[in-house]
């Protein structure tokens, strides 16, 4: 089955500058990879996803990058602000049937003022 | 939209007895919902996958008989904790989508606490 591994466990920056964290997965029939961002005690909230047609994808301070053929893709997090800081996943699937999500470790992202 | 549900947001039992935990889709028909388990400071591990009017799907080292989960119309499933025990305690989250969705949708989880 699909095995996420997810780096780094816990990522310190500061406030302002970029922040990345990769992943990289087993599978490569997964084509869907949703990146998900956790506060404490909180459901995941999905903030960006990228399914394997596709390098990359941007929305405002947020990026996900995508190498299908080396297995990895990433998160990055530019002009990081406190609110930043939190617990974030990545996970993998096949968009084919009931889309069983694999997640990642998790990273704990700090922003410090 | 694609608003999901859960109930109780936290709960505490004493060891031995069952808890019971419901997950709602409120705005759409969920033709498969799936629970997840959450230790503390840990990723969220899948139980099972269960679509509406059919039996569950558990993970591998999931035991069947102690989560029971039931998934009996469109809009909820619900998952048993059966004879819990402290071991048994986390943060258990379901989420749900309809067949063709682009994803898939969290609920607020529940906190169970076994005594």
């Known amino acids: 089955g699909e095995n996420v591994e997810q780096h780094p466990s816990t990522l310190s920056v500061q406030e302002g500058d970029s922040a990345v964290i990769k992943c990289t997965y087993s599978d490569s029939a997964s084509n869907y990879f949703p990146w998900y961002k956790q506060e404490l005690g909180k459901r995941p909230q999905l903030i960006i996803d990228?399914?394997?047609?596709?390098g990359e994808k941007k929305d405002q301070r947020i990026a996900v990058t995508l190498n299908k053929t080396a297995k990895h893709f990433s998160l990055h997090i530019t002009e990081t602000q406190p609110e930043d800081s939190a617990v974030y996943f990545c996970a993998a699937s096949l968009l084919q049937g009931a889309q069983k999500l694999v997640f990642g470790q998790g990273t704990r992202l700090t922003i410090n003022p | 939209g694609a608003v999901v549900s859960q109930h109780p947001s936290r709960v505490i039992c004493k060891s031995g007895t069952s808890v019971k935990i419901e997950c709602r889709s409120l705005d759409f028909q969920a033709t498969t919902m799936f629970w997840y388990r959450q230790f503390p400071k840990q990723s969220l591990m899948l139980m099972a996958t269960s679509n509406e009017g059919s039996k569950a799907t558990y993970e591998q080292g999931v035991e069947k008989d102690k989560f029971l989960i039931n998934h009996a119309s469109l809009t909820l499933s619900t998952l048993t904790v059966t004879s819990a025990h402290p071991e048994d305690s986390s943060f258990y989250i379901c989420?749900?989508?309809?067949?063709?969705?682009?994803?898939?949708?969290f609920g607020p989880g529940t906190r169970l606490t076994v005594l």
């Open positions: 990228i399914r394997s047609n596709v």
């Open positions: 989420s749900a989508e309809w067949t063709g969705a682009d994803t898939q949708y």
